[in-house]
């Protein structure tokens, strides 16, 4: 960092006094000294021993250069014989069934934590990341770093019990960023899809366990993993796996049951794999799939054509996806000083283009650090990063005709952090960093905070995406998954 060698220049320049006697003798020795010390500190950043809980921001970097013989896939235990469950709601994915972050279940839920709601019905002790669960029909999949094996392994749960069924995993060299794994497995009637903090992307059948392939992305496409471990979560698709390497391709269709690329999109301007996910989009009747990398953005039919291009949002470190909405409206947004942009997508006889709308600091309108925002009713839900000015860490509604304009925010003692949120039968329920979860009534006219309760006691970086299904909630921060029933 230029403090750094500034710090280092202004010590040199001081130790040049020392032990020589200037012209203004003894006193003046003592007098040049003292203003060496004093320029060195102000020039220095007397906080740069603080240690903050910022995403990523311990052991940067570090870790994502060792090369070893991976065998994805190798080990695996079964516990329990895997038996039908009577549940039939699932979550199947990072954002949900409509990849959307809203519960379609007709369940009734809870409008507070009394007579029991929100209490823990399970919880399991994992290496520390920001991995969230996938759902389906009444089994958990999850992400998890083992530390003590050493491991990526893909753990099966029992929803309502939390008994571990199985696991399969695989052993790979990962040094601790801030989190290790921290992405949500892909889960199907048939298949699992999971990727790996170092790029290692592992198909499994879902009911059996069973490996049916992997592909080592840093290996097999020179994809750079991200500074702070992979963070875009695979995207099952038809029985298709859409991953974004960056590298050798800016995206791939893999067969889930073969293996087989089906296609790959070329990557000539070398950009690179992202912290944010693909989403599908379905924009004049075309579906596409839109992905935020390092150097722009992308969309890419389901056949493999590359639709369209841009590289107007180009920032190093992005975690939120695009928010593409029903009017061509695409919302991107950014930590870290990036702020938000909101591009407009045309369409002329299957021709694509985009431009700007609007482009602001996070200071001046909705803007995330780390959570994709949720579309409800025509508006846009989110909270703002630490350098949002009075509104910091807030949650807040803004309409996308101005995103600069924001509606409403939560009140000045209720700030967020960069906890995860969910809309659920006319609420959205918020998990602050502290794993404190607060519910909020779902409206585009005022901030109402219903009730909030501890899930977690002792929690810190409670950043895990969500997932909900049959009333059973399932959440995590750093080193703890827990399930609650929020029944009504």
């Known amino acids: 960092m230029n403090i750094k060698k500034k710090n280092l220049e202004d010590k040199t320049s001081t130790k040049k006094f020392i032990g020589k006697t200037p012209p203004l003798g003894g006193w003046g020795v003592v007098l040049i000294v003292l203003i060496a010390l004093l320029v060195w500190y102000f020039a220095s950043d007397p906080t740069q021993k603080f240690t903050s809980s910022d995403p990523g921001m311990d052991n940067r970097g570090k870790g994502n250069l060792i090369t070893e013989i991976i065998n994805i896939g190798e080990h695996f235990q079964l516990f329990k014989e895997d038996k039908e469950s009577k549940l039939d709601e699932s979550w199947p994915r990072f954002r949900g069934p409509n990849f959307d972050n809203i519960s379609s279940s007709k369940i009734k839920l809870a409008n507070s934590f009394s007579n029991g709601a929100g209490d823990i019905l399970w919880s399991h002790e994992l290496g520390e990341g920001h991995a969230g669960p996938a759902i389906y029909e009444g089994k958990i999949y999850l992400l998890n770093y083992d530390e003590e094996l050493r491991a990526d392994m893909l753990h099966c749960y029992d929803l309502v019990t939390g008994e571990e069924l199985w696991r399969r995993w695989y052993n790979v060299a990962i040094k601790r960023n801030h989190g290790m794994s921290r992405t949500v497995p892909a889960v199907n009637e048939d298949f699992i ?261 501890v899930i977690i006691e002792d929690g810190h970086d409670a950043w895990a995406p969500l997932a909900l299904a049959n009333g059973y909630l399932v959440l995590r921060d750093a080193d703890k998954m827990v399930c609650i029933n929020i029944k009504r």
């Open 193 to 453: 899809l999971s990727m790996g903090p170092r790029c290692h992307v592992m198909c499994l059948n879902r009911e059996s366990g069973d490996f049916l392939w992997g592909i080592d992305l840093e290996k097999e496409y020179e994809t750079e993993t991200p500074l702070w471990y992979t963070g875009q979560c695979p995207l099952i698709d038809n029985n298709t796996a859409i991953i974004a390497p960056g590298g050798k391709a800016l995206m791939i269709a893999v067969d889930c049951k073969t293996g087989d690329k089906l296609w790959e999109v070329p990557n000539p301007d070398g950009w690179k794999m992202s912290h944010s996910s693909i989403l599908p989009y379905t924009f004049n009747g075309q579906r596409m799939y839109v992905y935020c990398s390092i150097g722009g953005i992308i969309a890419v039919s389901p056949d493999g054509e590359l639709l369209w291009k841009t590289s107007d949002w180009d920032t190093n470190v992005i975690a939120p996806s695009a928010l593409c909405m029903p009017d061509g409206k695409i919302f991107l947004t950014a930590g870290y000083g990036a702020g938000s942009m909101v591009l407009q997508l045309s369409e002329t006889n299957g021709s694509y283009s985009t431009k700007i709308l609007q482009e602001y600091k996070p200071k001046d309108g909705l803007a995330c650090e780390q959570q994709t925002p949720i579309y409800w009713e025509g508006h846009l839900f989110g909270i703002m990063p630490k350098d949002g000015g009075l509104n910091r860490n807030k949650f807040v509604c803004v309409n996308p005709n101005d995103c600069t304009n924001i509606l409403w925010t939560s009140d000045k003692e209720s700030r967020f952090g960069l906890g995860p949120y969910i809309w659920a039968d006319g609420k959205f329920y918020l998990l602050n960093d502290d794993g404190t979860l607060h519910i909020i009534e779902a409206s585009t006219k005022g901030y109402k905070h219903l009730d909030s309760k």
